[in-house]
């Protein structure tokens, strides 16, 4: 199986040894760190703000995968980008404009992903996606970590494969939620290029590098 990218995402972390949580991702070879910002309206959760992305931005040179879960993201993105954020993702079902919110990204050379709900098709983005640089299928429904896996992420991660591959677009494709050792193989089978996890890394099972190597080692265990 061809290696994916491994994006710990800090929602589950020990913030009170944020930058130590961090650099552990970082030393045990995670790519991204993925920071889910929960606004109390788009999703009931209200958990990261700006300060805490620059926080981020000083403790590691990884690239930023920011999950803005907020209605109105067009009036977010400029400052997530500001403080640092790499790759600036929305939820398809948040924004009325999302083209404009790709172009404003990518005038600033940062990377544009469109994140799609449980319930939102993946030929949504069928006019879009020649433009993304990333798309984000959920595995659960946004809101909270340690839920269940939601099946029906698995063909939508095929279309879009199929449709990305197809046409030689360059968007890769990210899964987010209800990632584990079991469940993170059979995306990548399906087409996935990058794991978001934050329940399966950070935990009092094993230490962060342990599950980042694990969550590897399981997809790498696939035969290709
Ligand atoms: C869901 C968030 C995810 C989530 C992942 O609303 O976008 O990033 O925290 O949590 P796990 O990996 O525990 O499902
Ligand atoms: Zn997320």
């Known amino acids: ?64 995968d920011i999950h803005l879960m907020v209605v109105e993201p ?28 790709v172009q404003e990204v990518h005038a600033r050379d940062r990377r544009a992903g469109i994140c799609l709900n449980p ?28 839920q269940s896996f939601i099946e029906s992420a698995l063909p939508k991660i095929e279309a879009l494969r199929q449709t990305i591959d197809a046409n030689g677009y360059r968007a890769e494709i990210e899964i987010d939620g209800g990632v584990t050792t079991a469940t993170g193989p059979r995306c990548a089978a399906a087409g996935a290029d990058v794991m978001v996890a934050a329940s399966a890394i950070f935990n009092a099972k094993a230490s962060i590098a342990q599950n980042i190597k694990s969550l590897r080692d399981s997809v790498a265990a696939l035969k290709a």
């Open 119 to 146: 319930g939102t098709p993946p030929d949504v983005l069928n006019a879009i996606l020649p433009d993304l640089d990333q798309v984000m299928v959920m595995g659960v429904n946004p809101g909270a970590s340690g």
């Open 74 to 101: 067009e009036k977010q993105i400029g400052r997530f980008m500001d403080v640092g954020g790499d790759i600036i993702n929305v939820h398809w079902e948040a924004a009325t404009h999302p083209h404009r919110i």
């Open 1 to 64: 199986m061809k290696p994916v990218k491994i994006a710990p995402s800090i929602v589950s972390a020990d913030l009170g040894h944020l930058a130590d949580q961090v650099k552990q991702c970082e030393d045990a070879g995670a790519e991204y760190i993925h920071i889910d910002i929960m606004d109390g309206r788009f999703v009931p959760a209200i958990t990261i703000g700006w300060p805490i992305v620059e926080a981020v931005r000083r403790a590691t040179g990884l690239v930023l």
